[in-house]
């Protein structure tokens, strides 16, 4: 069983940086690295939004609204995938999940993990 526990999450001023983690366990790692992760986030009362991907040779891709301030990166060998976010907004106040990534209209493969709360404060 696929198990995802993001990690790094806390209080940060506006204009301040947070790294988050996701660890992957329940797959190898040569399996590991065929997915494509993705960062999701969701705040209270609205769907959770897919903000970044990346693929299993690194390529990443970000929703219009983190691009230029957040970096999703992986370490294949760890089954980890990491999200830097430099800086931060009132807007990006959220609770942070990992998962896969399979398309606009295909759900993630694996349950949700508990996710990471980020709160920025102004």
């Known amino acids: 069983q696929v198990q995802l526990v993001e990690s790094g999450g806390g209080l940060v001023q506006a204009g301040g940086s947070l790294r988050l983690s996701c660890a992957v366990s329940?797959?190898?790692?040569?399996?590991?690295?065929?997915?494509?992760m993705g960062w999701y986030r969701q705040t209270p009362g609205k769907q959770r939004e897919l903000i970044a991907t990346i693929s299993g040779s690194g390529i990443g891709n970000y929703v219009d609204s983190v691009k230029g301030r957040f970096t999703i990166s992986r370490d294949n060998d760890k089954n980890m995938v990491y999200l830097q976010m430099n800086s931060l907004k009132t807007d990006d106040t959220a609770v942070y999940y990992c998962n896969d990534y399979r398309g606009t209209y295909t759900t993630p493969r694996w349950s949700w993990g508990q996710g990471t709360q980020v709160i920025v404060s102004s």
């Open positions: 329940g797959v190898s790692v040569r399996t590991y690295s065929m997915y494509v």
